[in-house]
């Protein structure tokens, strides 16, 4: 439970979520923390339903959706896969960036390295308690260097209090940019793949059934918290850079990511080093996190563990040779991805709302669902479509951007 808790929470908190937490701080300011709570409480919301729904039925996201309607699960497994690669895609070139900021390697080969890391993971002997005890060492790391960054920029800890509650937008910015920018946390954070991650790590364990729903409750929420905690102090850390610096200032620095240039103000060339030890280990985890969860979209429980190992591989050199060969600008295609997941979150999410308000006795095996939680469910999915469509249309600016 530990390690589906954890595989979740560093799903989440890739190269994507450093890029978008400390783009979105420096267009924001203070007023970011409403945007980091509103998009904790819908997380909640949606992870405790997934958890819970998958958690007692056994089953599958995919699997789960065809037995609602044939064929509903696989088109949902073919939109999560495809979201799943272009995550994994933005995961690898974050990957590339973190070695190049940490030891001076080409990006690409950074890349590459990274995902035959990856790859020598999923091939051994004990893929599964492997991956279970990396991705908990790595969520220590992240948890440690964000609450030093945090405690080094001296951030307005209080200003950022009380706009948490009641943010003021900084001039020039409106609340369709809040909107885009609260869709594209949640998007990174419980969008596509990510939303599964931890329900499916679980499935696998065993630890399923009504029995067990109090426990993977339980534990869907401290996966949620400690990404939200990371998020915080990273926003917190990046708050400090914003308020102390100039724009100009920042861009001075040369780098193209502003949690790079935030590190390089405040550390001199160690903090570049420390940056890229943050973000390495930010992307590989989301690697294994993105892999492990899209491939389990196109299988099923009763797949070998070695065709399932090859799957792994075979997703892993797609990926970093799209990454290699498309060229995308790595900020643009990492916020992108969150965005793009946040769109197809709908409706991932409905299907898990239908087997739990309609389908209950069938498929949860008699369980009594909560109503509050279904009526929570209910609530944030009307609000997942709305800022989807806003989504949308983010997803276009910034490809046309890009």
């Known amino acids: 439970m530990l390690g589906a808790m954890f595989l979740m929470a560093v799903s989440a908190v890739g190269p994507g979520f450093i890029t978008q937490t400390s783009e979105f701080t420096m267009q924001l300011g203070a007023a970011f923390a409403a945007a980091i709570l509103i998009s904790v409480i819908v997380d909640i919301a949606i992870q405790m339903n997934v958890w819970r729904t998958l958690g007692v039925s056994g089953l599958y ?90 405690i080094a920029t001296s951030p307005p800890v209080g200003e ?19 909107f885009f920018v609260t869709t594209t946390l949640i998007g990174g954070t419980v969008g596509g793949y990510i939303t599964y991650a931890g329900a499916h790590r679980v499935i696998a364990s065993g630890h399923t059934g009504p029995e067990n729903a ?24 990046i708050l400090g850079v914003v308020t102390t610096y100039s724009v100009t200032q920042i861009q001075e620095t040369g780098q193209e990511n502003v949690a790079a240039s935030a590190f390089l103000l405040v550390l001199g060339e160690w903090g570049l080093r ?21 491939v389990s979209f196109i299988t099923t429980q009763k797949t070998s563990p070695r065709v399932r190992a090859w799957l792994f591989v075979g997703f892993l050199v797609l990926t970093c040779t799209v990454f290699l060969v498309l ?61 989807g469509i806003n989504s949308l249309t983010g997803i276009a600016e910034l490809w046309q951007e890009g």
């Open 61 to 150: 996201a995919q699997e789960l959706g065809n037995k609602i309607l044939p064929g509903l699960g696989w088109a949902l497994a073919a939109l999560i896969f495809f979201g799943g690669i272009v995550f994994n895609v933005g995961n690898i070139a974050g990957a590339g960036m973190g070695m190049n900021a940490m030891l001076d390697i080409d990006p690409q080969w950074g890349g590459v390295i990274s995902v035959a890391i990856a790859i020598a993971i999923f091939l051994s002997k004990k893929a599964g308690v492997a991956l279970d005890r990396i991705v908990v060492g790595c969520g220590a790391v992240l948890i440690l260097l964000m609450t030093y960054m945090a």
């Open 327 to 387: 060229g995308q600008a790595p900020a643009t295609l990492l916020i992108m991805a969150g965005a793009f997941n946040g769109a197809v979150l709908p409706l991932g999410f409905a299907v898990i709302l239908i087997a739990a308000w309609f389908k209950r006795g069938s498929l949860l095996g008699g369980y009594n669902y909560p109503k509050w939680l279904l009526v929570a469910g209910t609530l944030v999915w009307l609000l997942t479509i709305y800022m």
């Open 274 to 294: 420390v940056f890229g030890i943050a973000f390495w280990v930010a992307a590989i985890t989301s690697i294994l996190g993105a892999t492990y969860t899209s």
């Open 160 to 178: 950022a209090a009380v706009q948490t509650f009641v943010p003021t937008l900084p001039q020039g910015e409106d609340l369709g940019t809040f």
């Open 214 to 237: 109090k426990t993977i409750a339980r534990t869907s929420v401290m996966g949620i918290i400690v990404a939200s905690v990371i998020r915080y102090l990273l926003f917190l850390a």
